[in-house]
């Protein structure tokens, strides 16, 4: 018999129906992509890292700031988390006190960021580096939420640690929920290891058994079978989808449908092309033709990765300036995208 993996999942105060995330993913989670990932059964969205700094520079006001276009939560959104970033307690707790317009179903911290922009100020995944200061933004943003927000909950979000020689998800994670987080999320590479190398689920199986808070899974997971292994051999309450969902949003659906009934029907390349379609109609409607074209270039790299003659396809899409151009290339190529 098939253990129930596919379940319910209770974050703070937050109930959700499943436990398939969509990771945060800067360059690709705005709310087009959730949308089409809700569709297709993802349970919890992310929106990307978004600077705690900035929103409190300039807060975003104007729907076409492109910022506001990633705060915004989609029409059938009904549960999407924003991602904060930053090192400073104070700076966090406003950012996260000005999200209450946009209404999140939680706030989640970002210290897992690798990227050097991001470290050099102490945030992301620096923020491992320094435990108590991390206790501290999460205890800020805790507050920030309890005033301002209804209590949603506030989760984090981490690596497995610096470097091979710092391995301290167990104290991060320990720190976080005493400083009142909801949930852990734990991409098992450290900081050093990037996006390359693997990731380490014996990290994730480990901190299963230490908090008292529901750990979501997240790291080479590029298909069905890998969740449903994540699951089984973790025993971690959820898991999010990264670059596995990119050009494959019917991923969330082939999961749920392995994890409940043993088997999934295969979505074909007319189908994710259709979806990347569908996508550019809905990022075109927040930000523009012009620029909905050009941000989809990277995307359709990913739409098109494994098809027939994929290469081919993304070598002309890659010059489409308009929807009429895309959907031109897109039918030529596929009669019933
Ligand atoms: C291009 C890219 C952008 C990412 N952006 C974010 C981000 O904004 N916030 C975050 O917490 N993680 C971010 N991540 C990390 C992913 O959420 C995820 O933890 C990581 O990719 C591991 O999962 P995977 O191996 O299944 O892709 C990003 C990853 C990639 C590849």
């Known amino acids: 018999m098939l253990m129930q993996l596919y379940h319910s999942v209770q974050i703070g105060g937050l109930s959700l129906e499943g436990n398939l995330f969509l990771a945060p993913v800067a360059g690709y989670s705005d709310r087009a992509f959730r949308s089409i990932c809700v569709e297709q059964g993802a349970n919890l969205t992310f929106t990307e890292l978004i600077s705690s700094e900035a929103m409190i520079r300039s807060p975003v006001c104007n729907e076409k700031n492109p910022t506001a276009a990633l705060l ?8 999407y988390s924003i991602q904060l970033f930053g090192a400073n307690p104070e700076v966090m707790g406003r950012a996260a006190a000005l999200l209450a317009r946009w209404k999140p179903s939680a706030i989640d911290i970002n210290a897992g960021c690798p990227v050097p922009k991001v470290v050099k100020t102490g945030a992301g995944s620096a923020l491992m580096k320094n435990p108590a200061n991390l ?12 005033t301002y927000l209804e209590n949603v909950p506030v989760t984090v979000k981490m690596r497995s640690g610096w470097d091979a020689e710092s391995i301290n998800y167990r104290e991060c994670a320990r720190i976080a929920v005493e400083a009142g987080a909801a949930m852990i999320s734990l991409h098992s590479r450290t900081r050093s290891q990037g996006y390359s190398g693997k990731s380490d689920w014996t990290h994730i199986a480990d901190l299963v058994t230490r908090v008292p808070v529901p750990v979501t899974g997240s790291g080479d997971l590029f298909s069905p079978e890998d969740a449903q292994r994540m699951l089984e051999e973790t025993g971690c309450a959820a898991v999010m989808f990264a670059r596995g969902a990119m050009g494959n949003p019917f991923i969330f659906a082939s999961t749920k449908e392995l994890l409940t009934k043993g088997a999934y029907t295969a979505h074909g390349g007319a189908e994710r092309l259709a979806a990347g379609f569908r996508q550019l109609l809905l990022l075109s409607a927040d930000i523009g033709e012009g620029a909905a074209c050009r941000e989809m270039r990277k995307q359709f790299c990913a739409y ?7 290469a081919e396809l993304r070598n002309r899409l890659v010059h489409a300036e ?16």
């Open 72 to 79: 915004m939560r989609s029409d059938n959104e009904a549960y």
């Open 135 to 146: 206790g501290r933004v999460v205890e800020s943003v805790a507050g920030a939420s309890q």
């Open 304 to 310: 098109t990765r494994g098809i027939p003659q994929g």
């Open 322 to 337: 308009t929807i009429a151009e895309y959907k031109r290339i897109l039918e030529r190529d596929n009669p019933r995208p």
